[in-house]
């Protein structure tokens, strides 16, 4: 029901955002302010220059029904014409904006008979700065003046163009330069919050996607500036074209994060390895190939780039679909996290194809009081993939409380089973001296009340002996440290072999004396339990045990001619159970195969590999 | 007769013991306890001044125990002759008492009579002494058996694995065949190589066919 209620409230909020934003966009167009609705744009392949009336018949018209200026990869120029009156009776300045910042000439032409005189001059290759976030130009009409202008574009092949045009009274383009920047500076506001979020998520959990996340942040912040103008207001006149680099290089290193950021976020890693290793190899290619044609030969790539254009265009389906791909993976693991970054993908897939579209083929325009849309579908998803790390971090923390109260019972639980082991053990050897050894010397006591038989003494003071040298015994071979391993294991055998009548073949092979107790004693045990396993379930005849002593390891190889074990004897006993929690002390490998085949069957046999030096 | 008592030194780390020891000791015609240490350093502090007749020595001692002790005797050339006295009624113990130099083992619940026949025995003969009911060592231990037996003493499993080295079938196939995970018959491989002296497959075949292994 959780679940529900939160993706109910999640539809909600995305709801009421686009909701908003309709209203929004419902109030903006003011139609009258957009000059590429009321003028005609003609085109040419070539470059006339300078412009000249008598060049007019070398364009023709566009004829297309856009609300904005697009001049495809192969116009070299363009023009548009439009007649403008000043209805006032003082004359008035008209500010003529372009919203494209990377435009590379554009020069403004007020008709004069059969003249044109240039009033305008700006984009990349003008030689100044624009005198704001954006290109922009005055014009100023007297009072009833009307008058032709000429708006010339000249831009070099290979590079589509698309702008809005804006022909605004200059009281109306300051308020609205002030709504965009108020809203531009909370873009930026909140990039900021979000990168100080994820620096600080990393500084307290060591979470290291977070930082990736950061880093995307600050990439995704310098396109956006560079795409708003800012950053051509920041670079030196002379080199705008710095600018239009930087852009492509933070949507390339931008593009980049974002992908080992989601790579990670959705720990492709786990769930679609090969695909995160196609996806690597992808994005390395599609990014060098960027660069080395964007500024390594640019004549190739004007040569190339129609099929350069198509690769890069695939490549960057790929990665979107393979992001989808992995999305609709981790969904199946991690709903609530995979819903939240799926949202926010969707926002910048959108807006990004929106983007290119608008830009490289002049298909779309969206945008809100003058800006693209991409800033606000920015907005979105910083806000959603700030959540999705929210909720990883949250789930990060609870998986590893849940880890630490599961090592707590772990620990009381052995705990316990130490105590349990230790009153249990009390209680035997308790029992031992109570009814063996205590009742002996009680018999010995009342021997000597009587008339003492010095046989008879002697007979129970030697049983008295034995029984408490076989008690020490069991408690600590004490005598490893003696004999060593070998020598104990020997004592062993001989018993096993006197009473029950097993064969044991024993060898060791270049095994170390001097192995340290604490290992010795373990490997006993082990060897105590793999015997009475053979007595008690094997119906065996003879065993040979080996002990090699191996460069880096040691092997402990057991094997018997009994009866192996059958398949209903599934599960293991308390004794192989006790064997393999000493070996996984020992750091040691355990293999225990029971086989059944001919006459003579081995059926366990366990290598102990322990990778360390013993000696 | 009772012209030179010999000198006995107990190394012996409970005191109620060695008293006791002490005082039967003296009751023997023809032996002198003359010093009872505790531990190493004070038997050799003690040795320093001169070698005793006999040396009695429990194995259970602080810091060197009886073995090592033993052992740096007969690295240091230390030639005392020693009756091993403890609880310890093991073959291997006794084996390896005998084969580092001592020449009498005796347990702690033997008789007097039995301690005496010791002495005089260990004063009298290089012979090993038996204490009552102390368990025979074994001349030729399995542990200790010569090399060559010990290394063509192939185990059944071993056996089925070098014959499917020598038809020269690898690891991962032999695993398959005898249903048992290769690391098993990596490990198995690798102790044959070892147990057989050889270090390549080529070996081991020239080997097993030269002795007959298979």
Not at chain 1, 342 to 368: D, Q
Not at chain 2, 50 to 69: A, Q
Request: hydrophobic content about 40%.
């Amino acid at each position: 029901m959780k679940t529900n209620s939160s993706k109910r409230n999640l539809g909600l909020i995305t709801g009421f955002l686009f909701l908003g934003l309709a209203i929004l966009k419902a109030q903006t167009p003011n139609r009258l302010e957009n000059l590429r609705l009321y003028g005609e744009l003609y085109t040419s392949t070539q470059k006339a220059s300078p412009f000249h009336l008598n060049r007019l018949s070398d364009f023709k018209e566009q004829n297309d029904k856009r609300s904005f200026v697009y001049l495809d990869f192969a116009v070299s120029q363009a023009y548009l014409d439009f007649e403008l009156l000043n209805p006032n009776t003082q004359s008035t300045t008209y500010t003529l904006s372009f919203s494209y910042p990377f435009i590379e000439d554009v020069r403004v032409y007020k008709r004069k008979r059969n003249t044109l005189k240039e009033i305008g001059f700006l984009g990349l290759t003008s030689g100044h700065s624009p005198n704001g976030r954006s290109w922009n130009t005055q014009i100023t009409l007297a009072p009833h003046e009307r008058a032709n202008f000429y708006v010339v574009f000249t831009k070099s092949e290979g590079k589509p163009l698309a702008t809005d045009m804006n022909l605004h009274t200059k009281g109306r383009f300051d308020q609205l330069s002030a709504l965009q920047n108020t809203l531009i500076g909370s873009y930026f506001g909140l990039t900021l919050i979000s990168i100080l979020f994820a620096l600080f998520i990393f500084y307290a959990t060591q979470y290291s996607n977070a930082l990736l996340y950061a880093l995307y942040l600050i990439s995704l912040g310098v396109y956006m500036a560079a795409y708003l103008g800012y950053i051509n207001l920041i670079i030196p006149a002379s080199n705008l074209d710095n600018g239009r680099l930087l852009y492509v290089l933070a949507i390339e290193f931008s593009t980049l994060i974002f992908v080992l950021f989601a790579q990670e976020l959705l720990q492709a890693k786990k769930y679609l390895p090969q695909l995160k290793r196609v996806v690597e190899i992808i994005i390395g290619v599609q990014v060098a190939l960027r660069l080395v044609f964007h500024f390594i030969t640019p004549s190739l790539y004007e040569a190339q780039v129609a099929l350069f254009m198509k690769f890069w265009y695939a490549t960057i389906l790929f990665l979107v679909c393979a992001v989808i791909a992995e999305i609709v993976v981790y969904l199946r693991y991690n709903k609530k996290v995979g819903v939240y970054f799926a949202i926010s993908y969707l926002f910048m897939t959108l807006a990004s194809v929106f983007m290119l579209l608008h830009h490289s083929f002049g298909l779309v325009k969206v945008t809100f009081f003058g800006l693209s849309q991409i800033l606000f579908a920015s907005v979105l998803e910083i806000l959603f993939l700030s959540i999705t790390l929210s909720l990883i971090i949250r789930q990060i923390y609870s998986d590893r409380n849940a880890l630490a109260q599961k090592l707590l019972v772990q620990q009381q639980k052995f705990l316990n089973a130490y105590v349990q082991g230790q009153e249990e053990e009390r209680r035997r050897l308790g029992a031992e001296l109570h009814d063996n050894i205590g009742s002996r010397v009680s018999n010995i006591r009342r021997l000597f009340s009587t008339k003492p038989n010095k046989k008879d003494v002697e007979k129970e003071l030697d049983q008295v002996c034995t029984e408490i040298r076989e008690m020490a015994h069991a408690l600590t071979p004490a005598d490893i440290q003696l004999v060593g391993l070998a020598g104990v294991l020997e004592d062993l055998f001989q018993e096993v072999e006197e009473t029950e009548g097993l064969k044991m073949q024993f060898n060791t092979y270049q095994f170390p004396e001097d192995l340290d107790e604490e290992k010795a004693t373990h490997l006993y045990r082990i060897v105590q339990e793999l015997v009475q396993n053979v007595i008690k379930h094997a119906k065996a005849s003879t065993v040979s045990m080996q002990l090699f002593g191996h460069d880096e390891s040691l092997t402990l190889s057991f094997e018997d001619d009994g009866q192996g074990l059958s398949a209903t004897d599934s599960g293991e006993g308390i004794g192989l159970q006790n064997i393999r929690s000493r070996v996984d002390q020992l750091k040691g490998q355990f293999c225990w195969t029971p086989v059944h085949k001919t006459a003579l069957q081995s059926w366990s046999l366990f290598p102990l590999n322990i990778p360390e030096f013993w000696y | 007769m009772n012209t030179n008592p010999k000198t006995v030194v107990l190394c012996e780390d409970h005191l109620i013991v060695s008293d006791g020891l002490s005082s039967l000791i003296h009751s023997f015609k023809g032996f002198q306890v003359i010093k009872a240490v505790s531990n190493y350093k004070a038997l050799l502090d003690f040795f320093s001044k001169g070698l005793p007749d006999i040396l009695v020595l429990d194995l259970n001692l602080p810091d060197k125990n009886g073995m090592e002790i033993l052992r740096e005797f007969r690295e240091n050339g230390i030639e005392v002759p020693t009756l091993v006295l403890t609880m310890y009624n093991k073959s291997s113990i006794i084996q390896k008492s005998k084969s580092l130099g001592a020449r009498g083992f005796l347990l702690k619940n033997c008789s007097s009579e039995d301690l005496e026949d010791a002495l005089n025995h260990v004063v009298q003969s290089e012979k090993f002494y038996y204490g009552e009911g102390v368990r025979r060592a074994l001349e030729n231990s399995r542990g200790q058996a010569d090399d060559f037996t010990k290394s063509v003493q192939l185990t059944p499993r071993e056996k089925e694995i070098v014959i499917c080295l020598c038809e020269g079938k690898k690891v991962p196939d032999i695993a398959e065949i005898m249903n048992i995970s290769p690391l098993t018959v990596e490990t198995h491989k690798k102790n044959i190589y070892k147990k057989l002296g050889v270090d390549s497959n080529v070996k081991l075949v020239n080997f097993a066919h030269e002795n007959q292994l298979i």
